[in-house]
C-alpha cells in the first residue's frame, strides 16, 4: 500500500509512526504506573537517552529503505526480504552453534527453492518479452 500512495518517504514515515502513537503512549504511560517500565528507572539518564536515539537509529535506515523501494518492482522486494532472516539463521547456526537439524534443513531448503523458482521464473518472463 505504502508504494501506491505518492507520498514523500519521510513523509510516510512520519505518517505511519502518527498511527502508531497514541498507542504507543498509551503503552509506555501504563507500563510507567507501576508495571515495569522502562525510562526514569534505576538505570539512569543515559539508558533513558539511548531507548530515545535507538528511535533515530531505526527511523534513519527505514527511511532509506521507504527511498530505495520506490525504485525497484515489488518482486525484487520481495525477494530482498529474504535475506535479513537467513543471515540471522546463518549467523546463529555458525556464531552461536545453535541447534540446526534435518527438519529445520529441509524447511530451509524448501523455502528457498521456490524463492530460486519464483525468480527464475520471473528471469525467464522478462528474457521472452525482450526477446520479442
Do not use: C, N
Amino acid at each position: 500500500m505504502r508504494k501506491l500512495v505518492a507520498v514523500d518517504p519521510v513523509a510516510g514515515l512520519g505518517m505511519e509512526s502518527l498511527y502508531l502513537l497514541l498507542p504507543s503512549l498509551a503503552w509506555v504511560l501504563w507500563a510507567e504506573a507501576g508495571h515495569g517500565g522502562g525510562f526514569a528507572g534505576d538505570w539512569g539518564l543515559g539508558i533513558d537517552l539511548l531507548l530515545v536515539f535507538g528511535g533515530v537509529v531505526t527511523a534513519v535506515p527505514l527511511i532509506g529503505f521507504a527511498y530505495g523501494v520506490r525504485r525497484i518492482p515489488l518482486s525484487v522486494v520481495g525477494l530482498l526480504q529474504y535475506i535479513a532472516p537467513t543471515l540471522a539463521l546463518l549467523s546463529g547456526v555458525w556464531f552461536f552453534h545453535e541447534p540446526f537439524g534435518a527438519a529445520r534443513a529441509l524447511g530451509f531448503g524448501a523455502i528457498w527453492l521456490g524463492l530460486a523458482i519464483y525468480a527464475g521464473e520471473g528471469l525467464w518472463r522478462s528474457r521472452r518479452r525482450a526477446m520479442r
